[in-house]
């Protein structure tokens, strides 16, 4: 009788069960200053870089292009009723559309949101000239209003 954990081609190995630290395999070479993580080397500086190509041509994630047009040439009437904070149920309706935000700053512009979480806004803003990557805590935003 074998103490190996059975799968359903014979003893099982790897994952999980016993194994060697990471880096300590024959083929993992170490060097000062690094050690070896499950997605690869880590210099142990503490900050967290993506991997390369993660984000596309304009800065935003791979795979999501900014819109290629600038939004509308006006600038909308600011809803009368504004709520404390913004809904992600509400605003997420806006996704891929030209959305016009006004922050409680004061500060106003275009965004083409492309991401909507429990607690922010991503997508890409419009400085005047061409649309940049951007993402805000919702808590920050008074109001919107989205366009086709």
């Known amino acids: ?8 081609f014979g ?3 790897g994952f999980p069960g016993p194994s ?5 395999g024959p083929s993992s070479p170490q060097f000062p200053g690094t050690t070896q993580g ?6 142990g500086q503490g900050s967290f870089s993506p ?13 999501v292009q900014a819109p290629t047009a600038p939004p509308p040439q006006f600038t909308p009437p ?9 809904d992600p149920g509400a605003i997420s309706g806006c996704l891929f559309r030209n959305t016009f935000i006004w922050l409680t700053n004061g500060e106003r512009f275009w965004l083409y949101p ?10 890409f803003r419009w400085n005047g000239r061409f649309w940049t990557y951007f993402g805000i805590d919702t808590n920050r935003i008074e109001s919107f209003s989205c366009y086709w």
């Open 51 to 63: 991997p390369p190509g993660s984000f596309g041509p304009q800065g935003g994630p791979q795979g």
């Open 78 to 86: 600011k809803p009368l009723v504004s709520a404390y904070a913004i």
């Open 11 to 13: 003893p099982q190995t």
């Open 114 to 123: 492309v991401f909507v979480g429990r607690t922010s806004v991503a997508g």
């Open 20 to 24: 060697m630290p990471p880096g300590t």
């Open 38 to 43: 499950p997605f690869g080397p880590s210099t």
């Open 1 to 8: 009788m074998s103490l190996m954990p059975q799968g359903p």
